[in-house]
């Protein structure tokens, strides 16, 4: 396996027996990041010259012995986190020339622990889309077919770790933005617990439901980001102060004594054979391992898409109301007078999909419709929270596709807003509850796809998260294959 086909944890024993150095890795990056970008488009910034300096710095720290899990390790960050003195866009045209003056707290947190930053990845403008074609600049294509989408929001960052430009990148997922793409570009994706992680400098669509995370070519790889980023911060209030597990610690191969459920639910019509065949397969997996399969019932599930497309309208409608043309990002040219220069601004700085969601998140919340919509929403959002603690009381882990199909072609459900919110049918509940989830591979379709398997479980077990999914992963291969892009 070349460098950078290679894990962190594999990358970790690489430079720690000095075979390799990580200004190599990062010189390795580079190359490939410049020999196969321009059919990804993964990147919208690459960070060259603070990535050499920082994996000199790394290299010093191997040198002392000082190491850890991912010092000199290359990574990326999705374009919605800031990192200091670096262009933040949200792959929005209203944030032009923007730069952050600040660390989000995953990324001093990445920074200290010695990871080196190649650089900020596309994504669906301000995360508000599944298919990354909602970026104001070049959308970005599936690697394992590049007529295909990666999945979205975070499509950039799971094209760059399918691609291997990247051996793990950061997403954020608020309806499923880090698994939906992970599932496309058969990686390894994990939504942390609301509050796991600080949300503090991840720029906000739906300040409930977002969540930062990783995506990584496997199981151990999330576990070690996990452990890095994870924990409370005095920053964002919604971080909890609760102790922080080594996710690295007891990942077994065994099964016996885990009950999993598989939501009847879920198995619908409408999900792609291939799909529900793979899942069935691993389904049959777990049963050999040893785990105990159940079915159980999460009987709201069908008002999911409509409380998630009100809500997180609602909130987002209220947290771009701050994007106005005065103090950053984009502002019209000769405005005739104040009122003219906010709506001008706007009007040019956002997208089709971001104009269609303020103006929802308006209406639900406005005050002849708030009893009917948002009011609602949140009470079926209560539903379908008490719908996950019901089956948490006779299971430890939820099982069930990440998405109905493959990744789909580009263009194809462009102009049908509703089939498009659809793909996020069944990881849109899990940020409605704050539960922790992950997709990982399962499985390729006939022409190539990979498909992606959807593991949930109680709120802050992570570690059992990582355990049903690690067990999985040791008797499959899928992980470690990796799309030819030449
Ligand atoms: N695809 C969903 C949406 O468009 C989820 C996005 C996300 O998780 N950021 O809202």
Not at 4 to 23: M, P, R, Y
Not at 143 to 157: A, F, I, N, T, Y
Request: charged fraction near 20%.
């Amino acid at each position: 396996m070349k460098w950078i086909d290679c894990t962190a944890h594999a990358l970790h024993e690489a430079l720690l027996k000095k075979e390799v150095s990580s200004k190599e890795l990062v010189t390795a990056f580079f190359e490939r990041i410049a020999s196969v970008d321009k059919k990804t488009f993964s990147y919208l910034t690459q960070l060259k010259e603070a990535a050499f300096s920082q994996a000199d710095q790394a290299d010093q720290q191997i040198a002392k012995d000082a190491a850890g899990p991912l010092t000199g390790i290359p990574m990326a960050l999705k374009d919605n986190l800031c990192a200091e003195g670096v262009q933040t866009s949200c792959a929005s045209k209203i944030l032009a020339g923007f730069v952050s003056p600040y660390d989000a707290t995953v990324v001093s947190r990445l920074r200290e622990a010695g990871a080196i930053f190649l650089g900020k990845t596309n994504l669906d403008e301000f995360a508000m889309g599944s298919s990354n074609e909602n970026s104001a600049f070049d959308a970005t294509r599936n690697p394992w077919d590049l007529d295909r989408v990666p999945g979205g929001s975070s499509g950039g960052s799971a094209a760059a770790v399918a691609a291997s430009e990247a051996v793990f990148a950061l997403g954020s997922d608020t309806g499923g933005s880090i698994r939906q793409p992970a599932a496309f570009c058969g990686v390894v994706g994990l939504k942390p617990t609301y509050g796991r992680v600080s949300r503090y400098g991840l720029v906000a669509f739906a300040s409930s439901l977002d969540q930062i995370g990783p995506l990584t070519h496997d199981v151990t790889d999330a576990a070690i980001v996990l452990n890095a980023i994870s924990g409370d911060d005095p920053m964002d209030s919604t971080c909890l102060d609760l102790p922080v597990p080594d996710f690295t610690a007891s990942m077994p191969s065994k099964m016996e004594g885990i009950r999993l459920g598989i939501p009847k639910e879920y198995f619908i019509e409408g999900i792609d054979a291939e799909v529900g065949a793979a899942v069935e397969k691993a389904i049959d997996a777990y049963r050999k391992l040893g785990a105990e399969i159940k079915e159980i019932s999460l009987p709201h599930t069908d008002y999911a898409v409509a409380a998630y497309y009100i809500l997180a309208t609602a909130e987002a409608s209220s947290n771009l109301a701050r994007y106005d043309g005065v103090r950053y990002g984009h502002r019209t040219t000769a405005p005739k007078d104040l009122l003219e220069m906010y709506m001008q601004s706007r009007s040019e700085g956002f997208g089709p999909e971001v104009k269609r969601r303020i103006m929802i998140g308006t209406h639900v919340l406005s005050s002849g419709y708030y009893d009917a919509y948002y009011k609602k929403g949140q009470q079926v959002r209560t539903l379908i929270k008490q719908d996950f603690d019901e089956a948490f009381q006779s299971v430890d882990c939820i099982l069930t596709p990440t998405a109905p199909s493959a990744a789909f072609k580009a263009g194809e459900k462009t102009n049908d807003p509703l089939q498009m919110y659809l793909s996020d049918i069944f990881t849109i509940s899990v940020n409605l509850a704050g539960l922790p989830a992950l997709s990982m591979p399962c499985g390729f379709t006939a022409e190539g796809l990979p498909i992606g398997l959807h593991l949930i479980t109680k709120h802050f077990d992570e570690e059992r998260l990582l355990q049903v999914a690690y067990a999985f992963e040791q008797c499959h291969d899928f992980h470690q294959r990796r799309p030819q892009l030449g």
